[in-house]
């Protein structure tokens, strides 16, 4: 008769308990998009930039808010104590819904659960930039290809500051996305990707449309407000300067 009571208290207890830790995880991870944000504006008037433009490497947009998220001796290289990065100011880029990533150290895509690892200074994350504001150039905006000179006028990299409501961060897995138009929707998605591992793939959406918060995912926004987002209304948002949202259902 006790065990029937306590398993009765369990199976009533334990959805509620759930609810309270995704709950807990959802206020800790938008907390760490606003610190983000608030860095990013703190760099940003530091600097006298619009944003930030990364060049790869070691020099990228976590390493350079670092400085502004409480910590101007961030350490970073190959002979640094990876447990000694993640305990500095880099667990802000760290969603509590997210664990270690167990993939090569030496680089590793992340997923809903799991963390991506930047393979050239080992930092573990959880947040993406919206490169079309920022971060990384690549190919993508290289301004001596036709391809590249029409994604930087679309861009706000070069430009003045983006509107308030362009999304700057956001739950991803993996530390910069290039949403399109174009991006399919995870029905169309190919073999072995699913809302559990996103589509890496892809430079867009895919590496954002993730089941890390109940089908939802939370944004920081160029204004520096924070919101949580269906993942069907992530085709609906302000990109880019001409990004036309769709209506999408998967």
Same mark, same amino acid.
């Given at each position: ?9 369990? *199976? ?7 609810? *309270? ?69 880099? *667990? ?44 990384? *150039? ?8 036709? %391809? ?100 999408? %259902?998967?």
């Amino acid at each position: 008769m006790v065990i029937s009571i306590i398993a009765l208290l369990l *199976a009533i207890l334990l959805p509620s308990l759930r609810k *309270a830790k995704l709950s807990a995880q959802t206020v800790v991870c938008q907390s760490n998009l606003r610190q983000l944000a608030i860095g990013f504006q703190t760099y940003c008037m530091s600097t006298g930039d619009n944003t930030i433009i990364s060049k790869g490497g070691e020099e990228f947009w976590f390493i350079q808010i670092a400085p502004y998220l409480g910590t101007r001796d961030f350490p970073y290289g190959e002979n640094e104590d990876p447990e000694k990065i993640l305990t500095t100011c880099m *667990a802000t880029i760290k969603c509590p819904a997210t664990r270690d990533n167990p993939g090569d150290p030496d680089g590793a895509v992340g997923s809903a659960t799991t963390q991506y690892i930047y393979h050239v200074t080992n930092v573990h994350g959880s947040y993406g930039m919206n490169r079309w504001v920022g971060a990384w *150039a690549g190919s993508t905006f290289n301004p001596d290809t036709p %391809e590249g000179r029409e994604n930087l006028r679309k861009s706000y990299r070069i430009t003045g500051p983006a509107k308030g409501d362009v999304p700057l961060f956001a739950d991803a897995i993996w530390c910069g996305f290039v949403p399109r138009e174009t991006d399919l929707t995870p029905d169309m998605w190919p073999e072995g990707y699913n809302l559990s591992t996103g589509y890496f793939a892809s430079e867009g959406l895919g590496r954002i449309c993730t089941n890390r918060h109940g089908r939802k995912t939370n944004i920081a926004y160029y204004g520096g407000y924070i919101d949580k987002v269906k993942l069907e209304e992530l085709w609906m948002q302000k990109w880019h300067k001409e990004f036309r949202g769709q209506q999408v %259902e998967f």
